[in-house]
């Protein structure tokens, strides 16, 4: 049973040039979660979303940043012109409807030159 | 709004001792919390929960944690370390949402070194 998948592991880009950061939840989860973790910080919140719905996206940027979780297809955050300071790891984490337990991807670090 | 507390940035101990890892909260109602575990390069590994219940809750690897209501914490313990425990710890409170832990509030982590 695979876990929570997350590709590119590692993903370089020059500053004003999209990020996209892909995320299939475990298989049975309809929910899925995405963390920032800054260098020598914790994890922060920013967006939770069940199929084809943004449900809380109050930790999200204003400008730049999107998420979406089609019907079909794998979670995706979506960085446009990114800049050095969204360097960062950025993790997923799915749960199953009506559990309390989010499992977590192994993350997609993100180098911005 | 809900925060999360771990005073100790870096812990350092001799493999086959104890180990305690503090953490407090700040939430509004009966917090659901939880411990991870992050070894180097890698994604979050959940060692135990709270959600309500018996206060001490048992987790994998040997891990206990302790819920005070009275001092917000929710302290998490090992009475025998071993070298592969190295790895940086995380305490975390769920914003519940619709009655479901939805939204993770994490501490800024402790970083465990085990020396031989």
């Known amino acids: 049973n695979a876990g929570v998948m997350q590709n590119p592991r590692h993903l370089v880009r020059r500053r004003g040039q999209e990020a996209r950061l892909r995320c299939s939840p475990m298989k049975g989860h309809s929910h899925v979660y995405w963390y920032r973790q800054l260098p020598e910080e914790g994890l922060k919140f920013m967006v939770y979303l069940q199929k084809e719905n943004i449900i809380d996206e109050s930790g999200m940027p204003k400008e730049r940043f999107s998420a979406e979780f089609p019907k079909e297809g794998p979670s995706i955050l979506r960085i446009q012109q990114v800049v050095r300071g969204d360097s960062a790891a950025y993790f997923c984490a799915s749960s199953r409807s009506g559990s309390n337990i989010q499992y977590f991807g192994a993350g997609t670090r993100l180098s911005v030159l | ?116």
Request: neutral net charge; charged residues 15%.
């Open chain 2, 1 to 116: 709004a809900q925060s999360v507390t771990q005073p100790d940035i870096h812990i350092t101990v001799s493999e086959g001792a104890s180990l305690e890892l503090r953490c407090n909260y700040s939430y509004g109602a009966t917090p659901y919390l939880f411990w991870y575990v992050q070894s180097p390069g890698q994604g979050l590994q959940l060692l135990l929960k709270y959600f309500s219940g018996d206060t001490l809750v048992q987790g994998i690897k040997g891990f206990e944690a302790e819920f005070k209501r009275s001092q917000s914490s929710f302290n998490l313990r090992k009475p025998s370390v071993h070298w592969s425990d190295a790895a940086e710890y995380f305490c975390a409170v769920g914003l519940i949402s619709s009655g479901y832990a939805r939204q993770l509030t994490f501490g800024s982590g402790t970083q465990l070194t085990v020396l031989p």
